[in-house]
């Protein structure tokens, strides 16, 4: 319960701050009591790739720039305003040694039950931790956190509106571009790229998270006894890029 009350009190403080930066539309959110809180409704549906890619290209690159503007002004929002406001990390930032254990739990008990050549892939997923000690450097930005399909509502093939912000907090912005990737895929991210012009910068690290989301949905349901974990991210785009700088 303290849990749930610490996350609502960062989400609401999140959603406040963001609505000073961002023109996209996100929910109000009132704490009506101790784990108790009340949402505003945004109609709309998830932003799935089927639907995307039966689209136009000028509607396509339309959402893209809706996508791109809200990303670039959200990862703008001055540090300073996130540390005065006391808003949390992210749960999900990681570090080199971090990912290192990853791989060995994942060496460790799913390498067993893997093609040779799907350990390579895995390997080769993993390289730019084991070669390179700064590739997870980077400036800490106000990130979403969780950018699914269905926590991008669309509606008449234009985005109406971002939600759930549970999880948002400061942390690495290739989290949220690397989300995307993985359900979109890397043609929508070029199309975006256009309109949020750092994507480029951390790319890699994108790419990396995308790759390494299933592996870990994979893992946890294996130490779990839980194929749940590892059904619930079969349809990702698989549509992601070879590194290219490392």
């Known amino acids: 319960m303290i849990l749930v009350k610490s996350l609502l ?5 999140v959603l406040q701050i963001v609505k000073q930066f961002v023109d996209m539309t996100v929910p109000d959110l009132d704490i009506i009591d101790d784990g108790v809180s009340k949402y505003t409704y945004i109609k709309g549906k998830p932003i799935y790739r089927s639907n995307i890619l039966k689209l136009s290209e000028d509607v396509q690159n339309q959402i893209a720039q809706q996508l791109g503007r809200f990303l670039s002004q959200l990862h703008s929002i001055p540090m300073s305003i996130i540390s005065e406001n006391k808003i ?3 749960p999900g930032n990681g570090t080199r040694d971090s990912y290192m254990d990853l791989y060995s739990r994942i060496e460790t008990k799913l390498f067993p039950h893997m093609k040779s050549y799907v350990m390579d892939c895995v390997r080769d ?9 700064n590739f997870l450097d980077y400036t800490p930005t106000l990130i979403h956190g969780d950018l699914a399909p269905y926590h991008i509502l669309e509606e008449s093939n234009e985005v109406i509106g971002v939600i759930d912000f549970g999880v948002s907090g400061y942390g690495d912005p290739a989290h949220d571009v ?3 990737l993985d359900t979109l895929g890397e043609g929508f991210i070029k199309k975006l790229s256009k309109y949020y012009t750092g994507i480029d910068s951390f790319i890699d ?11 870990r949905w994979a ?3 294996y ?8 059904l619930n ?9 070879p590194y290219s700088g490392w």
């Open 205 to 215: 690290r994108s790419r990396f998270y995308a790759n390494v989301s299933s592996i």
């Open 178 to 180: 690397s989300v995307i």
């Open 88 to 90: 949390n990390e992210f």
């Open 9 to 13: 009190h960062n989400e609401h403080k």
């Open 223 to 230: 130490e779990n006894n839980d194929v749940s974990w590892h």
């Open 219 to 221: 893992l946890i349901g």
């Open 125 to 133: 997923i993993f390289n730019p931790i084991f070669n390179h000690t």
């Open 233 to 241: 991210h079969l349809f990702t785009a698989k549509d992601i890029s």
